[in-house]
């Protein structure tokens, strides 16, 4: 009977109580790439591929505590669209608490302040399986595991507002290292490796200046290079970087944005530094792009980017060059469906080696 009674009066409690119910959210995008193999001895030959372009799914949460202080959570994974790989890949993950007025405090797993304004100027973000986009050829596009985040409120300002980001994390005592899709700082203490970003938003301008202390990163990035005998051989040194980035946007009247990104990385001497990253005097990049959203037709956008890395050394390594334009054309069923189409140009220079990537491709994306 006793039991019973406990059930009820259980019951009765949830019944009584009120939760908000998770969103789930996410992003399926693919696409049919044709990528021509360019070889050093081997014959050329034409190569078509179907690439996976970030998608992913998660869930999300918000719970009102006061009434200004709420708690939130999130969580994503990765997977690939096209069928191949491993799927569950770690993206975002953490919990915090949200003050209306003192800002936004996580714990868990996320990007750093810096990956976050590469979205803001990066036209061509996740084509041709992540590869075409500032990740390929520059360093700083990371999601940090063991992190203390915090997000401030937008400090308003006549014209505009300006926003502070902070990112903390720890190694728990262990080397650097990439974890399937986060990667693991050095050290113990938290701090031993942040990151930082400070940005200026209006609707006619963003402006931002961001710094990464000691977050693992990849040097010598090489793009969406496809060829089974590339003449510029070498893979990439994975270190801990200090990398700093500004990025600006200009959206001017008539549809048309102006974008620009500058950064500079040096390798931080850590624990599971790749061997010969010791040698490397910095990596220096920069892109420019444009977006054209046409006043007559809403639904179409078009768009061109520039974006270029050296990595150079202080020994006698050869410097590596990077550079990808790429053109393109959207158009947006609605806010949650686009279809996509694009032409772009790789090439990787090192000594008197040259590899040349073209690719043309179409993909669709759909957001739910």
Known sequence: MKTKI??????????????AAPILYGEIDASLD??????????DRDVWELSSNSSFIGIKGEEKLTERLNAVYAIEWAFNADGEGADWAKRNRFVGLKDRQLGTLKVGAHDTPLKQFSSVVDTFNNYVANKADVSGIFTGENRVANAVVYESPAIALPTGAIKVNALLATGEASAIKSDNGVVKTAGRGLGDAWSASVAYES?????GIAYDKAIPSNFLGRGFVNASEPEVTGGSLFAAANTI?????????????????????????????????????????????AEYNLPTAKAWTV???????????????????????FAGVDYAFNKQVKAYGYAGYLALERADAETKQPVVGTGLEFKF
């Open 203 to 207: 609707p006619a301008v963003i402006a």
């Open 34 to 43: 044709y990528l021509p193999e360019d070889n050093a001895t081997k014959s």
């Open 245 to 289: 980035r500004a990025i600006g946007r200009v959206n001017l009247q008539g549809g048309l944005a102006l974008k620009a990104l500058y950064q500079t990385s040096e390798v931080e001497q850590a624990e599971g530094n790749a061997v010969g990253a010791e040698f490397i005097d910095d990596a220096q990049g920069w892109l420019v792009g």
């Open 303 to 325: 768009k061109a980017q520039y974006s270029q890395n050296s990595t150079s050394f202080k020994n006698a390594t050869a410097d590596l060059d990077a550079e990808q334009i």
């Open 6 to 19: 406990a059930a009820a009066i259980a019951l009765t409690l949830l019944a009584g109580s009120t939760f």
